[in-house]
Each structure stands twice: as structure tokens, then as C-alpha cells.
């Protein structure tokens, strides 16, 4: 993980056109006149080759063209100066010149220390590359090589859009000689701060799978799935929630294999928390990228609300179209969820499917309890499955709630009005998905990263 930057472009892409160099300062020993910088400097140079921290330039990975940004760690630790930061700025300005996506191959201490604070400040012009590299429209994916530290991890790191570790990798905002020991990628990745953690032979590949499925999106709003359980409407309300409350009942995780050829996922909500009972991702499908976020059937917490809301946002600002798929017999309300915030997590699910500029195409598989569930579907663009029902709350609940002894629940089930048909004569639902006909050919999904 920590071998030269040229090495780790050669795995990874088929052809590399570096970009011309901006010269040196003419300041002797840097900015603030530290002694002995220069030498420090032509060590590094004769050492690696290299006239700086950072190799860029444009770049072929699978057949898309993408401009590479990669950190010589050999080169004082691969630390960021004031020349590493125009470099940066060279490389995401041609970026969005050529329209292209930008990946951060990262194995950095942080700033310079020779440097001082001129040297802290690159970290705002990085920043400012990567707000107008999102206003275009653009992705960017960082790979967190050994270490990902400091400003390094804190702006091109952690300010990706997608975040691939190599395992094995030190990653935090504290290197292990400012807060022993180092933060691993693995633990990056239980927090929700990391979406991957692959094995360097897997690098190449996995690069090639992301940037194909981020600059390739469906011309067209997601298709509804078919619906893959039971044929028939359920008879009764009751009947319903019997239905989608079923333990064999088909879920997410098979509406996924059926609905994409392959696909990868997005992990966490970038502020510490992940859900496994929440599914997010890009998939492939007919020749095009269509984004999902999935309920697997358990009450979503705050973090999987924020983690869906960020992938809506971000296939909506990369022109993606999405596919949710709701099953939730509610939002998490315990302690714990009110502590991490749940209702604000609900509304910022609510504000992004609202914000979307492109149509989110929403099927309802199983449990649809209250708002929990509500803030996954897309208003006017809903369908239900024959095992699915969708209620202001659960039909226990609103017997509690309307002081009903619990021989009633049934009778208030019937009165809620919960069933798939009922769904669509309401105008909740467009209409009940079809089938999966007996002769249909299953999807290949033996390449899809399983979350």
C-alpha cells in the first residue's frame, strides 16, 4: 500500500498522460525560510523521482477516461505544500474541462510541516476543487492507500463521493504520531465513514466496475420490478399484513439480484452510523446505472434514512435515475434512534426524494408502516406487490392509539383500508407490479458485490 505513485498507476490503468508541471517557488527553503528545507526537498526528488507529493494526470481504467490524482508517500510522507495544492488544483480543473470523472489515490501524513501555515491553507483550495467538481456534475472517487491522515483524509479522503479503502490501511484525521495508535479502515468502515474495503489484487477491477457505473446512467426513470411473491391479492386487511409480515416472503436482497446484472454498494451515513436493515447502491442494467436504496424489513434507524438520502442526492446531482424499494414496519423510535436524531434523519430522506430532479421509482414489497416508510416512496410513482400493505401506523398501534381493547385490531385493520388494491383505489399507489412469469431467465447477479 505504500509503493510508489507510478507503481499504483500501473494497476490500475491501461494508459497514463501526466500533466505538465507549474515549476518550483522561488522562495529559498520554502515559505517560512525553514532551515535545510531545500535539501529535505532534493533528497525527496533524487529518492523518488518525483518533483512532488503528488502524481497527476489523465488516465484509462476499464474504458473510461478519468483524471488520477496520486500521492507519492516516498516524498516526505506524502504530505501536501503549497505546490502539491496547485497540482490538485491543475488536475480537477482538467477534470471538468474534459467532462471527466477524478479518482484520489491517497497515501498521505497531512501538511507539511517545512511549510507551515501556507501549507495548512491548500487544504480550502482542495476544498474549493471539490465543491465546483460536484457543481459540474462530475464524480469522484478517493482510494485510502496506507496512511489516509490529516487534511489528506479530511478533504479529498472523506469529501469523495464514493470511498474505496485497501485493507490494512491506517486512516483518521490523527496519523499515529499525533494520536497512537492509527485508526484502521476497517473500523472507517464499521463507523459508516468508508464504502469498501477490497484487497489490492481486487483494486483494479472494482475501480473499473465504480467509474463504469458512475458515467454511464440510464437514459430512462428505473422499471418497476416484478414482483416476485405470492400472485394473488390478499382477500382481507388482515390477510395483508399476514402477507407481508411472512418470514419466507421474498425481500430485498432477492428484488436486487432480480432487478441488476451486478452491482456496488455505498456503506454508512458519513457521521458514524450504518444499517445493515438499509441497502444502498449503484446497479447495472440494460447497458445503464440506476441508484437503489432498500428496506430489508427491520425498523430503519437514523442512519439508514441519511445513508439513502445520500445516495439519492448523489445520483440525482450524476443524473442517475433510483429505484427504492419500502419494507419497514416503522422508523426506530427507541432511545437510542431519538438520541441520533430520527426525525431529522426521516426529513432529510423526505427532502431528498422531494429535491430530485430526476423521477425516483418506488415499489412497496412488504411491511409499509407510517412515516418510516413514507419517506422511502416517491409521491405519484409507487406500486405495490400483492404481499405488501401500506398503513398510517401498524394496525396494533392504531388499536392502542384509538383506545381499542386487542380483539379489535383485526376489525381496525379492515378499517384503515390497508390492502395493495386498496392502495391504488386511494391514489397512494399507481398501480400493483406484475408477476415474474415461470419462463422468465433469472438475472446473472454471480458478479454483484453482496452487502
Known sequence: MREPARAVISQVATSFTELPDQGESSAVDGPLGWPGYDEALARARDRTGEGESVVCGVADIGGVTAVLVAFEFGFLGGSLGTRTGRRIEQAFTRARELAVPVVSLIATGGSRMQEGTPALTQLQRVARQLA????????????????????????????????????????G???????????????????????????????????????????????????????????????????????????????????????FDWREPINGDRGGGVDPGVLCGFGHRDGGTVAYAAQCGTATRPAGFRTAARLVRLADRLGIPVLTLVDTPGAANDPEAERAGAGAAIAEMFAAIASATLPVTTMLIGEGGSGGALAFAAPGRMWVTPDSYFAVISPEAAAAILKQPPSEVRATTERLRLRPQDLVELGVARGIAERATLDRQPRDTTGSARQ
Request: proline share 9%; glycine share 10%.
Open 132 to 171: 465546483l467538481t460536484r457543481a459540474a456534475g462530475l464524480p469522484h472517487i478517493a482510494v485510502l492507500r496506507d496512511p489516509a491522515t490529516g487534511g489528506g483524509w479530511a478533504t479529498l479522503g472523506a469529501g469523495a463521493d464514493v470511498i474505496i479503502g485497501l485493507d490494512g490501511a491506517q486512516v
Open 173 to 259: 484525521f490523527a496519523g499515529s504520531r499525533v494520536r497512537p495508535p492509527g485508526y484502521t479502515v476497517a473500523e472507517q468502515l464499521a463507523a459508516g465513514q468508508v464504502d469498501q474495503v477490497v484487497s489490492h489484487p481486487e483494486l483494479k477491477d472494482r475501480l473499473a466496475r465504480w467509474l463504469r457505473l458512475l458515467t454511464t446512467p440510464s437514459a430512462a426513470p428505473a422499471v418497476v420490478p416484478v414482483a416476485l411473491g405470492s400472485a394473488t391479492l390478499p382477500e382481507t386487511g388482515w390477510d395483508a399484513v399476514r402477507r407481508a409480515r411472512a418470514p419466507h416472503r421474498p425481500r430485498a436482497q432477492a428484488y436486487l439480484d432480480e432487478c
